[in-house]
């Protein structure tokens, strides 16, 4: 039994799905949100009240 031919230029649809890993904007959000926290945090621990 003889294979299908296929279109060597085409991508199969399997290869589509791939590509970069990247978090999600909301995840990127909060995030940064958590980081100011912190930041605020430590920077008002390290403030000195006279």
Known sequence: ML???RN???ASP???KG???VK???SQRHQVKRNI???VLE???N???F
């Open 14 to 16: 399997l290869l589509k």
């Open 37 to 39: 926290k912190k930041e």
């Open 8 to 10: 060597p230029i085409t």
């Open 47 to 49: 403030q000195h009240y």
């Open 3 to 5: 294979k299908k031919f």
């Open 43 to 45: 920077w008002s621990k």
């Open 19 to 21: 590509g970069v890993h």
């Open 24 to 26: 999600a904007k909301s």
